[in-house]
């Protein structure tokens, strides 16, 4: 099993910047590709960027992209989200996950899910 803990979240003005961290527990940390994603008051759970399993290739929602880096550590079993031009919009609840299959965006293709660190984001 893998445990996932985020951190970094926080209250921040739009236009500002937030670094989240998930912490993976165990020693497989590699094998799984590793994503983000976030859930708005009232809304699913959404998508936001995932990396691969050596960090070589990474996708993210056109909503964030140009504006979030995802990357990982993988000797420190630790993946990122570098949040950048934040937007009222970003404001969520922010999970990391861990996956068995490259690169997917859905869901039910992640096995480990962490407790989400809230972000907001004032206007």
């Known amino acids: 099993q893998v445990q996932l803990v985020e951190s970094g979240g926080g209250l921040v003005q739009a236009g500002g910047s937030l670094r989240l961290s998930c912490a993976a527990s165990?020693?497989?940390?590699?094998?799984?590709?590793m994503g983000w994603f976030r859930q708005a008051p009232g809304k699913e759970r959404d998508f936001v960027a995932v990396?691969?399993?050596?960090?070589?290739?990474?996708y993210y929602a056109d909503s964030v992209k140009g504006r979030f880096t995802i990357s990982r550590d993988n000797a420190k079993n630790t993946v990122y989200l570098q949040m950048n031009s934040l937007k009222p919009e970003d404001t969520a609840v922010y999970y990391c996950?861990?996956?068995?299959?490259?690169?997917?965006?859905?869901?039910?293709?992640?096995?480990?899910w962490g407790q989400g660190t809230q972000v907001t984001v004032s206007s």
């Open positions: 165990g020693r497989t940390f590699s094998i799984y590709a």
């Open positions: 990396i691969s399993r050596s960090g070589g290739s990474t």
């Open positions: 996950a861990a996956s068995r299959y490259p690169l997917y965006t859905d869901r039910e293709f992640y096995d480990y």
